[in-house]
């Protein structure tokens, strides 16, 4: 019998060979728990450094959680592999039902290696895996993938699909699971590559095991008084309000979030939520001069063909401004770039990217890299909305300090860390701006400072001071949720009307996840699993090439140019001094103070602060010492 929380076995697929076969998760559980950690860890046993992303050796990983189906946590998956967008390590995180569903057939994950000879899918039906031809799917994009499939096999089916984007090897290609669920993070690419289309999971009725069922009732009664009297204002920051949209749920979700939804003409439903909601809003109302239905239909072109908006976005950015001094025109691109902010236009540049079409296939590889292709001044067009990863450049450090940490560490856009500084500090604007109902005030933020952030100086941000604690703590959490794996648009409860200072408990993910396994684990040691998985992740990094502190780097914009506003927050509002409204309107961040933070931050995690490598003795305190002995071999540790 599987432990609480693991169906217990982990499919593995070589789509090269067409074999197929399982082996026990309890290899990988008991250090790395799930999701981030599992998929990390095979991918450091498994993935060569030297390979290139579309390899066949390169493995595509799915990873569930320990938490992932059980009641009231969420249904939310992992994807890692070695990225088609940078050619290291990469990640991405679904929500929705599917990985919930892979749950019930019986695999808490997936590794896929290989290349198949022509397309095919993936049918999962508990112990009846088969590999399934998929050539009446090319070219076809994912909601019709997802349709298709389940008209075709005549059963219920949950389906993890990639549009044409991803077939053609575009980087910034999406995946889209079950319930409009998208991930990205160069990730789908790789599927493509592979020549899979879709794993479509019939699903099943076994119950994921809970060890302790009366222990994770009193869990979830915790978190449901934690969540008491919050007012909707606080669970629904940034959503749109909108008499078409309508607050949608994640599978098992607790409380829901900003996430909506709207349902079509024909009645199908899409998704409608945060920067995929947003990014095309402006440009649309700009254009037609009145609320139109195109910013509905441009997430859904996106979601269908399988474009990650985050960096769609910023390609239009890029485009526009391109357009406007003369670099490109529509003659050259086969794009009307007059109509920016048009179904034509968006429809035009998504189908063109998709499937390579033309100046499509100059721009499929990224903002960054046409604008290298091109002359000088397309390169000058790329300024301060743009991350190294193409990504939008959000929640950055000249405006929450602490965010630079992970601006200059991770391998991509690292929401859920940046999410654990700015949700925090857009409910203590939102109050200074007025909404009455949001309770967040400078006394409550620092009880929650206090104790999610480890110094209530995390919190004034006219200072450098405890930035680099907060930066550690928030990652280690960061890191054992991505393991266990919650929504870090839940998790953590930052505060709460019920407590006497309005801050809330850090503590309950390790109390459930200690009643669902059975394994006890306080808070601290939470903590520790999320660290283990950290510099896990980071010695990938290092071995594939990343040298410690000399590539610990910010964006130079970060240092040069001063901020103009930033989402969610145009006034750049933060706390300062004693919980003072403070503005970071113009400011850049301070080079030297953010060297002296980095050295911080080195020392709180136990690695050399000199070189940014990590130490032998913080490896082995970590029970890494096998990793440690790799990195030696090349002179990687210290």
């Not at 179904?343 to 890299?369: H, P, Y």
Request: overall charge neutral.
């Amino acid at each position: 019998m599987p432990r609480g929380g693991y169906a217990g076995r982990i499919l593995r697929v070589d789509l090269s060979s067409g074999q197929v076969s399982d082996e026990p998760t309890d290899l990988y559980s008991d250090d790395f728990v799930g999701g981030r950690g599992i998929a990390a860890k095979i991918y450091w046993d498994e993935v060569p450094p030297h390979i290139d992303a579309f390899s066949p050796d390169n493995r595509l990983i799915i990873m569930t959680g320990p938490l992932t189906g059980v009641p009231g946590f969420g249904g939310r998956f992992q994807v890692c592999g070695k990225s088609a967008l940078t050619n290291r390590f990469s990640f991405c995180n679904l929500g929705g039902s599917w990985g919930a569903r892979l749950k019930e057939t019986g695999y808490d994950g997936i590794v896929i290696q290989g290349k198949a000879e022509r397309p095919v899918y993936l049918r999962v039906d508990h112990d009846n895996v088969e590999i399934r031809d998929a050539s009446f799917l090319k070219g076809r994009t994912a909601f019709y993938t997802e349709e298709k499939l389940k008209e075709t096999l005549r059963e219920p089916l949950w389906v993890l699909a990639i549009g044409p984007a991803g077939e053609n090897r575009v980087v910034f290609a999406t995946f889209l699971a079950s319930d409009n669920s998208t991930g990205g993070g160069g990730l789908a690419a790789v599927m493509g590559d592979k020549n899979l289309k879709a794993i479509a999971i019939k699903g099943g009725n076994r119950k994921i095991p809970v060890a302790d069922r009366q222990r994770l009732a009193a869990v979830r009664a915790r978190i449901s008084d934690l969540r008491r009297d919050l007012p909707e204002s606080m669970a629904s920051m940034g959503m749109i309000p909108s008499p078409v949209l309508k607050k949608t749920y994640c599978n098992g979700c607790p409380s829901g979030c900003l996430r909506a939804g709207y349902e079509k003409h024909d009645g199908a439903k899409r998704k409608f939520m945060c920067q995929a909601a947003l990014f095309y809003i402006t440009r649309a109302l700009r254009y037609y001069g009145e609320e139109t239905n195109v910013p509905f239909e441009a997430t859904e072109l996106c979601d269908d063909y399988g474009l990650d908006t985050r960096s769609t976005e910023t390609m239009i950015m890029w485009l526009s401004r391109c357009h406007r001094n003369g670099i490109l025109t529509e003659e050259k691109t086969g794009i009307p770039l007059s109509r920016i902010g048009s179904e034509e236009f968006i429809r035009t540049m998504v189908e063109k990217i998709s499937f390579r079409e033309g100046f499509g296939d100059l721009l499929a590889g990224g903002t960054l890299k046409a604008a290298e292709r091109l002359e000088h001044e397309a390169q000058a067009q790329i300024k301060d909305y743009m991350a190294r990863t193409g990504e939008n450049a959000v929640y950055g450090p000249r405006l929450y300090i602490t965010t630079g940490i992970f601006y200059a560490v991770e391998p991509r856009l690292p929401i859920q860390q940046l999410h654990e500084v700015s949700i925090p500090a857009l409910a203590w604007a939102l109050r200074v701006q007025g909404i009455k109902d949001i309770f967040v005030n400078s006394d409550v933020l620092r009880e929650m400072a206090k104790r999610f952030y480890g110094t209530e100086a995390a919190v004034d941000y006219s200072t450098y001071e405890g930035k680099a604690q907060a930066a550690a703590r928030i990652q280690e959490r960061a890191y054992a949720k991505e393991s266990l794996i919650l929504c870090d648009l839940c998790w953590p409860i930052y505060f709460s009307k019920t407590t006497p200072d309005g801050a809330g408990d850090p503590s309950v993910e390790s109390q459930a996840y200690s009643a669902v396994t059975g394994r006890d684990l306080d808070e601290q040691g939470l903590y520790k699993v999320g660290e283990r998985v950290l510099n896990l992740q980071r010695a990938i990094l290092v071995r594939e090439g990343h040298r410690g502190r000399e590539h610990d780097l910010l964006d130079e914009f970060e240092y040069t140019t001063p901020l103009k506003g930033d989402f969610g927050n145009p006034d750049c509002i933060v706390p300062g001094k004693k919980g003072e409204v403070f503005s970071r309107l113009n400011l850049v961040v301070d080079r030297e103070e953010f060297e002296k933070m980095k050295d911080d931050f080195y020392r709180l995690r136990g690695w050399d602060a000199a070189s940014g490598f990590q130490t032998k003795a913080r490896l082995k305190d970590l029970g890494l010492e096998d990793i440690a002995g790799v990195l030696a071999e090349d002179g990687l540790v210290r």
